[in-house]
């Protein structure tokens, strides 16, 4: 027993010594360290002085500061950087849905700006911009080496001036020029209708009116519907979204969860995580649902795909998306600027990261890109194409009723429209014929 005793005080004791032996060292090197930071900002303040006295032309001492302020962020990952006064205020115009541009979300990609994805209904949309494309230049000039708000600034404009911007896309041989006018883009975050039996809620970002906008949205159809019992499923539309508020991505989410983690959030410090978790009440009262996504579903869409996935509430069809699984910090500064700083990362309920992977969907659906040079070629309809009712003097069929006759025309002309969806919209067709197949097998 008391060599026992002897073995613990001896290891306590050896825990001391080796801890005080190391605290020395310790401290050496985090002095070191500050002293080292102390240098580099005499270091930086040399290189400040030097360039207002000895550069060719007179700078301007508060761009000098902002562009190394701005050199300091970007250098850390594409989404931190610094906001001028002016862009802090656009940001916030943003938010609330309105605001001055092009309606491209972008992000920059081996020294080249990268489309995250066209705004529904914008000009760039309009003007045939895709996700994925690579914009190479900005009225003949090039973008290689800028930063992204230096990019960004080449793209804004007076509202009704023209823009070029040249484009590198995958599957074309070579870069191309796409001729763009300014607009006001006043963003619907949420655009519903019903195709068949099928709900669509097409969110197309996430700002402050995204939730409000969707439960309105949702309501209306229903009640078009005569009620919830008449619609076989819903739709939830997220491709080329490109993101926006965490809050708005929680409170989507929620809309369609009774319970279950949401999405948490982890920074460099494990005290600061954050864990979000839905409230009783479902929206859409347990229908099926199907999330639709593609490489232009970015950050808030991936929030809500992933959660509803990892639930099971709803199965994702599409294409992977962009992957941005990090949260940025919008934080006000002095002078009316602000800092966009990423703080944290977020996770989906199972625990994954989606960062630089994306949301892998539970079926592989290509969207068929329409080749233009098709369009003249495409057949049309055979107006002579003829079937056995129309023969002069063919039978009538006696073993259907009216109605019933009726109920297969009518099924028929659905049957056509679903066609015509699919020609227009594969992938939304595809999502639809899904719920179509589960309210087959739903219990009467």
């Known amino acids: 027993m008391k060599k026992i005793a002897m073995a613990a005080i001896g290891g306590t004791l050896a825990g001391i010594v080796a801890t005080g032996y190391v605290t020395g060292p310790l401290l050496a090197q985090e002095g070191a360290r500050e002293t080292s930071v102390y240098e580099q900002l005499d270091l930086f303040g040399d290189i400040f002085e030097r360039i207002r006295v000895q550069y060719v032309e007179q700078v301007d001492d508060k761009e000098l500061i902002e562009a190394a302020i701005s050199g300091m962020l970007s250098s850390l990952d594409p989404h931190s950087s610094y906001l001028s006064p002016d862009d802090a205020a656009a940001m916030r115009v943003q938010t609330r849905g309105e605001f001055g541009g092009l309606g491209i979300e972008v992000t920059q990609e081996e020294g080249f700006v990268k489309v995250v994805s066209p705004i529904d209904g914008t000009p760039a949309d309009e003007a045939g911009i895709e996700a994925g494309d690579f914009i190479t230049h900005v009225d003949n000039e090039s973008v290689l080496g800028l ?12 509202v009704g001036s023209e823009i070029v911007i040249t484009v590198v896309r995958e599957g074309s041989d070579e870069p191309f020029d796409i001729s763009i006018i300014r607009d006001t883009i006043t963003l619907t975050a949420v655009r519903a209708r019903t195709e068949g039996k099928t709900a669509v809620l097409r969110v197309t970002t996430f700002n402050d009116q995204t939730y409000d906008n969707l439960e309105a949205g949702l309501e209306e159809q229903i009640e078009a519907a005569g009620g919830i019992e008449n619609i076989e499923g819903i739709v939830l539309d997220l491709r080329n979204n490109p993101g926006g508020l965490l809050n708005q991505a929680i409170k989507v989410s929620d809309a369609f969860l009774d319970k279950g983690e949401i999405v948490s959030t982890r920074g460099r410090n494990p005290e600061d995580g954050e864990r979000f978790n839905a409230e009783p009440g479902d929206l859409a009262d347990g229908l099926p649902m199907v999330v639709l996504i593609n490489g232009g579903s970015a950050s808030a869409s991936e929030i809500v795909a992933g959660a509803l996935q990892d639930h099971h509430r709803a199965i994702v069809v599409g294409t992977k998306s962009f992957g941005k699984g990090s949260v940025q910090t919008v934080m006000p500064l002095r002078g009316n600027g602000a800092m966009r700083l990423t703080t944290a ?86 999502a639809i014929d899904i719920l179509k197949g589960l309210s087959k097998l739903a219990p009467n």
């Open 147 to 158: 930063s992204l708000d230096e990019a960004v600034d080449l793209m804004r404009g007076p």
């Open 345 to 430: 990362r977020y996770y989906t309920p199972s625990g994954r990261s989606i960062q630089a992977l994306g949301v892998s969907p539970d079926i592989v659906v290509e969207q068929p890109r329409r080749d233009p040079n098709e369009e003249a070629e495409e057949e049309t309809p055979n107006r002579f194409q003829r079937s056995e009712a129309d023969l002069r003097g063919s039978l009538n069929n006696d073993s259907l009723t009216e109605d019933e006759v009726r109920q297969i025309e009518e099924d028929r002309a659905k049957a056509e429209a679903a066609a015509e969806l699919r020609e227009e919209d594969y992938q939304l067709a595809y």
